[in-house]
C-alpha cells in the first residue's frame, strides 16, 4: 500500500515529501549533471573553435588571391603582348612592358609530369613493399627512413642535382637524344646536354623530392584493403602478386591517384632546387627534355631584386597568379578523387 499524502491546514496535500525526494534525487545526480553540462560546453567550445579555424583558412585563401588580383590587374593591363600565348618576358621598360607565361608553363609541366612519371611506380613499388612483404615493425622503420627524404631542403636537392646527378646522367641523356631523337621530347634542346642543366635532370630531383609524399598516401591506402579480400584471393589457389594486383591494388587505386595528384601540386611550385639546376635560361625552347628555361616559381624567384618598381612587381604577381590557380586546382582534383575513394 502507498502512504497517504499528508494534509496541510488548509485541506491540501502536503508537497514536502516530494520536495524532500526530488532535493534528494537531485543532490546525487548533481556531480554527474555537472560533469554532462561540463562536457556539452566543452564540445560545443570545441566545434565553435574547428568552425572559426575553418573560417579563418578560407579568409586567407581569399586574401592571397584578392591581393594577387589587384596587384596582377594593372600590369597586365600595361602588356603590350598576349599573356597567356606570348613566350617573350622583357619588363625592363615600363612604357613597353611584354610579359608571357606560355615558356614558363611549357617548362613547367614538363618537369612536373616528368617527375610525375618517374616517382609514381617507384612509390607504388615501395608502399606495397613495405604493406605486404615486410614484417610490420620493420615497416615502420624502412617507412620512417622513406618519410625523412621530406626533411631534407630543397637547396640541398638543387646543389646535389647540379654538381653530382647532372655529370652522372649525362651520358644517359646522349644516348637517349641519339637513338630517340625522332621523339620530340628527346629532340636537342637550346642548350648543350653535356652542361646537365636540363628538364630531364630537374625532373628526376623533383621525382625524388616528391616520393616521399606519394610513398606516404599510397602505403596507407594499400594498408585498408580488406584481408578477407586477400584470404579469399590466396584461398582460390592466387599467388602473393595475383592477389595483390587483383584485390590490394584496385582497393587503393584512388588513393594512389590522390597522392600522385598532391606530389604534382609540390613539383609544380618547386623553386630553389629548379632553379639550381634549370640555370641555363633559353629563349622560346621546344618541347624537349633536353632543354632548359624557368619553371613559374624559380622565374618569380630569380627576378626578385627587381619587385621595387610596382608594374615590374605586378607582372611577376600575374605569373605568381597563374601557378596559384594551377596548384589549387590541382590540389581540388586529389581532394576530390581521395573523398570519392572514402565515399565509394
Do not use: C
Not at 3 to 32: S, W
Not at 140 to 156: F, K, Q
Request: zero cysteines; a neutral charge; aromatic letters at 8%.
Amino acid at each position: 500500500m502507498q502512504p497517504e499524502p499528508r494534509v496541510d491546514d488548509d485541506g491540501g496535500e502536503d508537497d514536502r515529501g516530494g520536495i524532500e525526494r526530488d532535493l534528494t534525487a537531485g543532490a546525487g545526480a548533481t556531480p554527474a549533471l555537472a560533469r554532462r553540462r561540463s562536457g556539452l560546453s566543452g564540445e560545443s567550445a570545441f566545434k565553435w573553435l574547428t568552425y572559426a579555424a575553418g573560417i579563418l583558412l578560407i579568409v586567407v585563401i581569399a586574401g592571397i588571391f584578392t591581393t594577387l588580383v589587384v596587384q596582377a590587374v594593372p600590369s597586365t593591363a600595361k602588356d603590350h603582348t598576349n599573356f597567356l600565348t606570348s613566350s617573350e618576358w622583357n619588363t625592363s621598360d615600363p612604357h613597353d612592358m611584354r610579359f608571357g607565361i606560355l615558356e614558363l608553363l611549357k617548362i613547367t609541366v614538363m618537369a612536373s609530369v616528368m617527375a610525375l612519371i618517374v616517382a609514381v611506380p617507384v612509390a607504388v613499388g615501395i608502399a606495397t613493399f613495405l604493406v605486404q612483404y615486410v614484417p610490420p615493425r620493420l615497416s615502420r622503420v624502412l617507412g620512417a627512413v622513406v618519410d625523412l627524404l621530406a626533411a631534407v631542403p630543397s637547396i640541398i636537392f638543387g646543389l646535389w642535382g647540379i654538381l653530382v646527378l647532372a655529370p652522372w646522367m649525362v651520358p644517359f641523356q646522349q644516348w637517349l637524344n641519339t637513338h630517340l631523337s625522332w621523339i620530340f621530347l628527346f629532340k636537342t634542346g637550346n642548350v648543350e646536354i653535356a652542361l646537365g642543366s636540363t628538364v630531364f635532370t630537374a625532373g628526376v630531383v623533383l621525382a625524388i623530392m616528391i616520393l616521399p609524399i606519394i610513398t606516404s598516401i599510397s602505403r596507407e591506402a594499400l594498408r585498408q584493403a580488406p584481408v578477407a579480400h586477400q584470404e579469399a584471393a590466396l584461398a582460390l589457389g592466387a599467388t602473393k602478386w595475383e592477389m595483390i594486383r587483383l584485390t590490394v591494388l584496385p582497393y587503393g587505386r584512388s588513393g594512389i591517384v590522390a597522392g600522385a595528384m598532391l606530389a604534382l601540386g609540390r613539383a609544380l611550385g618547386e623553386t630553389i632546387a629548379v632553379l639550381i639546376i634549370l640555370n641555363a635560361a633559353t629563349k622560346d625552347s621546344i618541347w624537349s627534355l633536353f632543354d632548359s628555361g624557368y619553371t613559374f616559381a624559380s622565374k618569380i624567384a630569380s627576378a626578385a631584386t627587381e619587385f621595387s618598381d610596382p608594374d615590374t612587381r605586378g607582372a611577376y604577381i600575374a605569373a605568381g597568379l597563374v601557378l596559384f590557380l594551377l596548384t589549387f586546382v590541382v590540389n581540388a582534383v586529389a581532394r576530390w578523387i581521395g573523398g570519392g575513394r572514402v565515399n565509394g
